[in-house]
C-alpha cells in the first residue's frame, strides 16, 4: 500500500539532544498528523496539523505543516528516556474515506 | 474502559483456517478504521465505516478478507483461508465523525500464521 517517505529511519541519541524528523509526499494532504507507538501497543496521537503553514506545539514537541502541504516534520526538544519509541507521520486525505497514509517509521533511542 | 479495546491481543492460527478479529470502538463515535501493521512497516488502511454509510473497502488485500459493523458499534474482521502472509498486527481506530477528526486507535491484536 501507499506509505509516506519518512525520515530518518533510526536515530540513537543522548538524553538531552533535541531531535528533528520529517516526512514527505508527492500527495498533497488537507491533515497531517504525528504518532508515537511503543512495543505492543497501538499508535497514539501526538500532534494534529490542520492548516498549510500551521505549526504548533505540545510540550517538548513540536511539529509543521509544510506550505506545499507535502511535508512536514517534528521536534523533540531536551529528549528524555521516555521518548524512547517509534515515531509515525500520518496524511490525511479529505474525502469520502479519510483514510490515513502512514509513514515508514522513525525508531527513537535515547541513551540516558 | 474509555478506549478503542480490540480483542483478542494475540491469535495464532494454522495456514488455511479462518479467523476473527473484534474492535468495539469508543463509546459515541461514528467512524471507525481497520488497519494492517506488518513487522517494521508503518500502517496500511484496509476497510472504513461511517455511520449507515456503505464501508469504504479499497485497502482489503483480497477476497479472503471481509468486515462488518453492527449496529454502528462493534466491527469484526474475517480472515478466511489463512495465508502466512496475512501474519501482521491488525489495528482498529475510531473517531467521532469522519472526516479530519483524529483517529484513536486500539493496541492491536497480533496474527501469527503458523
Known amino acids: 500500500g501507499q506509505q509516506l517517505n519518512q525520515s530518518p529511519q533510526s536515530m540513537f541519541i543522548q538524553e538531552g539532544e533535541d531531535v528533528s524528523m520529517n516526512c514527505t509526499s508527492s500527495?498533497?494532504?488537507?491533515?497531517w498528523l504525528w504518532y508515537k507507538q511503543d512495543p505492543g501497543e497501538g499508535p497514539v496521537l501526538l500532534i494534529a496539523l490542520y492548516k498549510a503553514g500551521e505549526l504548533t506545539s505540545n510540550g517538548r514537541l513540536t511539529a509543521q505543516f509544510g506550505i506545499t502541504r507535502k511535508d512536514s516534520f517534528l521536534n523533540i526538544s531536551a529528549s528524555i528516556p521516555s521518548d524512547v519509541g517509534i515515531y509515525f507521520c500520518a496524511g490525511q486525505l479529505s474525502g469520502a474515506t479519510n483514510k490515513l497514509i502512514f509513514g515508514t517509521g522513525t525508531l527513537l533511542a535515547v541513551q540516558p | 474502559g474509555a478506549g478503542v479495546s480490540q480483542s483478542p491481543s494475540n491469535k495464532v492460527t494454522e495456514k488455511g483456517k479462518d479467523v476473527e478479529l473484534r474492535c468495539d470502538p469508543i463509546s459515541g463515535h461514528t467512524a471507525l478504521y481497520w488497519y494492517r501493521q506488518s513487522l517494521g512497516q508503518g500502517l496500511e488502511f484496509l476497510i472504513y465505516f461511517q455511520g449507515n454509510s456503505a464501508p469504504d473497502k479499497s485497502g482489503l488485500p483480497s477476497d479472503r478478507f471481509s468486515a462488518e459493523r453492527t449496529g454502528g458499534s462493534v466491527s469484526t474482521l474475517t480472515i478466511q483461508r489463512t495465508q502466512q502472509e496475512d501474519s501482521a498486527v491488525y489495528l482498529c481506530?475510531?473517531?467521532?465523525?469522519?472526516?479530519?477528526?483524529?483517529?484513536?486507535f486500539g493496541d492491536g491484536t497480533r496474527l501469527s500464521i503458523l
Open positions: 500527495s498533497i494532504f488537507n491533515t
Open positions: 481506530a475510531s473517531s467521532i465523525t469522519g472526516g479530519n477528526q483524529p483517529q484513536h
